[in-house]
């Protein structure tokens, strides 16, 4: 079992920037590749950016590349989510999920809220 805790998130203007930070307790948190998604209201959840448990590989959906950059720091148990230029379309509300070994994001947080303002 790992519990995740994300936060970070606010309200900032279109053109801001946030940190996202999810803290893992629980198993082992450097056996998971990490995944942030987001969902805003009526749409369905989907992965913003990946990053595997070693971070030497990353993924990022065409959305955000260039303005998003996913990063971890295992001793610390925690991964990030840095965004820049943000748009109101990037108003969601942000998760972080653990994936298995077997590719199924099996442990996710609570959310946080992230609102850019026009």
């Known amino acids: 079992q790992v519990q995740l805790v994300e936060s970070g998130g606010g309200l900032v203007q279109a053109g801001g920037s946030l940190r996202l930070s999810c803290a893992a307790s629980g198993r082992t948190f450097s056996n998971y590749a990490m995944g942030w998604f987001r969902q805003a209201p009526g749409e369905e959840r989907y992965l913003v950016a990946h990053i595997t448990w070693s971070g030497d590989h990353t993924y990022y959906t065409e959305s955000v590349k260039g303005r998003f950059t996913i990063s971890r720091d295992n001793a610390k148990n925690t991964v990030y989510l840095q965004m820049n230029s943000l748009q109101p379309e990037d108003t969601a509300v942000y998760y972080c999920?653990?994936?298995?070994?077997?590719?199924?994001?099996?442990?996710w947080g609570q959310g946080t809220q992230v609102t850019v303002s026009s």
């Open positions: 999920a653990a994936r298995t070994s077997l590719g199924e994001y099996r442990y």
